[in-house]
Antibody, heavy 122, light 107 residues
Framework: QVQLVQSGAEVKKPGSSVRVSCKTS????????LNWVRQAPGQGLEWMGR????????NYAQTFQGRVTITADESTSTAYLELSSLTSEDTAVYYC???????????????WGQGTLVTVSS | DIQMTQSPSSLSASVGDRVTITCQAS??????LNWYQQKSGKAPKLLIY???NLETGVPSRFSGSGSGTAFSFTISSLQPEDIATYYC?????????FGPGTKVDIK
């Protein structure tokens, strides 16, 4: 059974950074891509980026380039999202979402964490 | 970047009604599209992958179709527990992108 468990809510000051973790269980950690998605209050879903743990390769949405870093620790099956230079517009729920392999296909953003609320406020 | 549009943005229907949501991609994405259900305060849940494949354990009243640029998602008989916002997601190339969502309510 696949589970993604994220770290708890954070309150940050403008200009600071935040790191959110996503611990996975079920399956081989390095075999599946891990994505990050955010949702501002009352808004839709926004893909931020992903890591391919097997190769340590990352891809980021242009919106976040230069401010976002996604890393992975295979020893603990945990992925991390770090976002810097925070503003009030970064207040959102941040989700991790793992891909999955099925016979003949890959299922993108199949399993999701419970979400982590990051509030940016002075 | 590929842009995704969805319509309608919201709808209200009666229990038992057939409900259809459409999703349009700004360029050909083959069948590289998922549909998600998000209930209030919860994480999105995958319902349909590869445009038309029903995820294991998802009720058969949910279905998806389409390829290329035009896709649709249907609830054949709306149930009270289907109140949620529904999103499409393309994963044809990077960056992935979600549609803006369709909020479904019971009349």
């Amino acid at each position: 059974q696949v589970q993604l468990v994220q770290s708890g809510a954070e309150v940050k000051k403008p200009g600071s950074s935040v790191r959110v973790s996503c611990k996975t269980s079920g399956g081989t950690f390095s075999s599946y891509n891990l994505n990050w998605v955010r949702q501002a209050p009352g808004q839709g879903l926004e893909w931020m980026g992903r890591i391919i743990p097997m190769f340590g390769l990352t891809n980021y949405a242009q919106t976040f380039q230069g401010r976002v870093t996604i890393t992975a620790d295979e020893s603990t099956s945990t992925a991390y999202l770090e976002l810097s230079s925070l503003t009030s517009e970064d207040t959102a729920v941040y989700y991790c979402a793992r891909d999955e392999a099925k016979v003949g296909t890959s299922v993108f953003l199949h399993y999701w964490g419970q979400g982590t609320l990051v509030t940016v406020s002075s | 970047d590929i842009q995704m549009t969805q319509s309608p943005s919201s709808l209200s229907a009666s229990v038992g009604d057939r409900v259809t949501i459409t999703c349009q991609a700004s360029q050909d994405i083959a069948n590289h599209l998922n549909w998600y259900q998000q209930k209030s305060g919860k994480a999105p849940k995958l319902l349909i992958y590869d445009a038309s494949n029903l995820e294991t354990g998802v009720p058969s009243r949910f279905s998806g179709s389409g390829s290329g640029t035009a896709f649709s998602f249907t609830i054949s008989s709306l149930q009270p527990e289907d109140i949620a916002t529904y999103y499409c997601l393309h994963y044809d190339n990077l960056p992935f992108a979600f549609g803006p969502g369709t909020k479904v309510d019971i009349k």
